[in-house]
């Protein structure tokens, strides 16, 4: 019982982000989505708030790719 317990606490938080690592590739990410598992001490918060900031990262390189891309085709027209 107690490892179905330790492996819930584990793989459920993992499955989540995987979930959410599919959302980036979609262009969908939401943050919130993760709930609470940043606020977490342990290895699964630390996962999670580097998941954060790489999906931060992502989305702020997207954005400037498309702002560069914006700039590169008014510059055509």
């Keep these: 019982f107690v490892s ?10 993992l499955i989540r982000m995987t979930d959410e690592l599919k959302q980036i590739e979609q262009s ?3 943050p919130s989505s993760l709930g609470k598992l ?10 999670a708030r580097e998941y ?9 390189h997207q ?8 700039e590169i085709r008014a ?3």
């Design 52 to 60: 954060l900031q790489m999906a931060h990262a992502t989305q702020n």
């Design 75 to 77: 510059k055509i027209r």
């Design 4 to 13: 179905l317990a330790i492996a819930r606490q584990i793989n459920a938080p």
């Design 38 to 47: 940043p606020e977490r001490s342990d290895e699964i918060g630390y996962l």
């Design 28 to 30: 969908k990410f939401n």
């Design 63 to 70: 954005a400037a790719l498309q702002q560069e891309a914006d």
